[in-house]
Structure formats: C-alpha cells, structure tokens
C-alpha cells in the first residue's frame, strides 16, 4: 500500500517537472553593450526576425526625437529587437500592441510616474497595459545597445515608443506591423 503511493507520488512528481521544462516563464530576454564595448551583442530567436531600432536626439529635451524601426513589418514569431541609442541623452523602446482603433502616433499622452499611471492632468508618458516587450532598465544611456527578443508575436499593429516623460510627444514613436 505505502508502495503504490510512493510510486504515484513519483510519477506525479515527474509529470509537474516535465509540464513545467516544456513551459517558457518568459516573453522576453536581453542583452546590453555599450560604445565602449566594442560592438554589438544580439540573441537572435531561431527561426525569427531582427528588426533594428535607432533612437536620436540632437540636445536632449530641446532638440529634435525620432525613432526608427527597420523593417516596420515583420512575419508572426520570434522578433528580437536591436535598440541603439544614438542620441546625447537616455532613451528606451517599448513595444505596445495596438487595440483595434489606436492609431500608433495618436496615442493619449495623460500618464505619468513609473510605472506610468493615469492622471488628471501633467500626463507626459502613454499607458503601457499592452506592453509586450521592452529594452528594460536602465535606460540606455547615449552610446549603448540593448538586445531584446519577443516570442510569438502575432499579426497585428504595434507601436515601438520611448516612454521617458516628453519623449513620445516629442517624435520617440514608430509603426510595426506583424502579418
């Protein structure tokens, strides 16, 4: 008797540690260089596709913010982002999908704190409840890269964003479409 369940402890046991080896904690992994580290680390996901990811700005919060994604479409799958920061002040990438009628450059700006939350009035930041995938903390700083991979991306629209107070205001936003 104490036998049998022994063994159908064991076996138990063995169905809870092979469930949780086939099963992924996580959506996303990174990895960081910095100019100084002489090049760029990526992790691409087997079978994925790369998109690079610039982020600028010509004097910080008194100049001129983009963000360009390149390809803006991509298939459904792994997509490892490459972020670079080629401005003079910190910046990151979020990757945000879209509800059906959001438009990714007409975003409502009225969040504001870390993590960013709604607010009545002073919101600088966009609401990250359909964040899927980000560069992480810390921001990066001007000079650095970050490496990121999201799996099992599906067909939708998306938008990639800084959401460093201003910065998406500013122009740190852009399209990316998974068909």
């Known amino acids: 008797m104490a036998r049998t369940r022994l063994v159908a402890l064991?076996?138990?046991l063995a169905l809870v540690i092979?469930?949780?080896a086939c099963s992924s904690s996580s959506k996303?992994?990174?990895s960081n260089t910095s100019a100084a580290g002489g090049?760029?680390?990526t992790s691409s996901a087997a079978g994925g596709t790369t998109v690079q990811v610039v982020v600028k700005d010509t004097n910080g919060l008194n100049g001129m913010m983009s963000m360009t994604v390149t390809p803006s479409t991509v298939p459904a799958g792994n997509v490892t982002f490459v972020v670079k920061?080629?401005?003079?002040?910190?910046?990151?990438a979020v990757v945000l999908k879209l509800d059906p009628g959001q438009v990714w450059d007409k975003l409502p700006t009225d969040y504001a704190g870390d993590p960013p939350a709604k607010v009545a009035s002073g919101g600088d930041k966009v609401s990250e409840a359909n964040n899927i995938g980000e560069t992480g903390d810390p921001n990066l700083k001007p000079g650095e890269s970050r490496t990121f991979t999201i799996k099992n991306m599906t067909a939708g629209n998306y938008a990639v964003v800084c959401n460093i107070a201003k910065h998406y205001a500013m122009g740190m936003r852009a399209p990316l479409t998974v068909s």
């Not at 920061?85 to 990151?92: A, K, L």
Request: aromatic fraction near 0%.
């Open 10 to 12: 064991g076996a138990a």
């Open 18 to 20: 092979a469930v949780t």
């Open 28 to 30: 996303t992994s990174t």
């Open 39 to 41: 090049g760029l680390t």
């Open 85 to 92: 920061n080629e401005g003079t002040i910190d910046h990151e």
